[in-house]
């Protein structure tokens, strides 16, 4: 069975940093792709990019730049960098394992909190 | 890439059938067969339900089906039980290799 689980988030302030991890287990991890996606406060889920094997990755337009996905194979962990937060980065981070090319996204975890607060 | 566009809340009783919208444009739902549909209860991991506009996972019960007719995409509940209550988001596969969500719809059962 699949698990992803999600780690790495808490309180940071405006302008700040934030590496959240995502450890998948039950699967070829190397040749597994990997998608983050966000739910904000009382909004929708907002894709942020994904992972392919070999580690190319593709973003959304919002966070292109400021993001950035990488993988450890040797860790089954990929990544989730965040740099100049802003307050309306304060979301739950969902990381999530994607089956296919087409991101359909097979297996969740339950998530991690960031906010960004002064 | 816009959120495609779905109805705020959808509701019915026990038993009916309800039909969730989702409608894109050509660079998204109109040119791809890569529809999903999740379901989401709040403080919980978000659960595919549909993939490729009409496939359903192991374990999904048949009362979910998908369709696809031109840049609009819906999901139909048949049946209705209390326990499909949650918000349920489409996505689509884009043109420009990412993935765009629904704008969600709340289902209640009344």
């Known amino acids: 069975e699949v698990q992803v689980v999600e780690s790495g988030g808490g309180f940071v302030e405006p302008g700040g940093s934030l590496r959240l991890s995502c450890v998948a287990s039950?699967?070829?991890?190397?040749?597994?792709?990997m998608s983050w996606v966000r739910q904000a406060p009382g909004q929708g889920l907002e894709w942020l990019g994904r992972?392919?094997?070999?580690?190319?990755?593709d973003y959304a337009a919002p966070v292109k730049g400021r993001f950035t996905i990488s993988r450890d194979d040797s860790k089954n962990t990929v990544y989730l960098q965040m740099n100049s937060l802003k307050s309306e980065d304060t979301a739950v981070y969902y990381c999530?394992?994607?089956?296919?090319?087409?991101?359909?996204?097979?297996?969740w975890g339950k998530g991690t909190t960031v906010t960004v607060s002064s | 890439q816009s959120a495609l566009t779905q109805p705020a809340s959808v509701s019915g009783s026990p038993g009916q059938s309800i039909t969730i919208s989702c409608t894109g444009t050509?660079?998204?739902?109109?040119?791809?067969?890569?529809v999903s549909w999740y379901q989401h209860l709040p403080g919980n991991a978000p659960k595919l339900m549909i993939y490729?506009?009409?496939n359903r996972p192991s374990g999904v019960s048949s009362r979910f089906s998908g369709s696809k007719s031109g840049n609009t995409a819906s999901l139909t509940i048949s049946g209705l039980q209390a326990e499909d209550e949650a918000d349920y988001y489409c996505?689509?596969?884009?043109?420009?290799?990412?993935?765009?969500f629904g704008t969600g719809t709340k289902v209640t059962v009344l």
């Open positions: 999530n394992w994607n089956s296919d090319l087409y991101c359909t996204m097979r297996v």
């Open positions: 050509s660079s998204d739902v109109g040119n791809y067969n890569y």
């Open positions: 996505s689509s596969y884009t043109t420009t290799s990412t993935l765009v």
């Open positions: 490729e506009v009409s």
């Open positions: 039950g699967l070829t991890f190397s040749h597994a792709w």
């Open positions: 992972i392919k094997n070999g580690g190319a990755t």
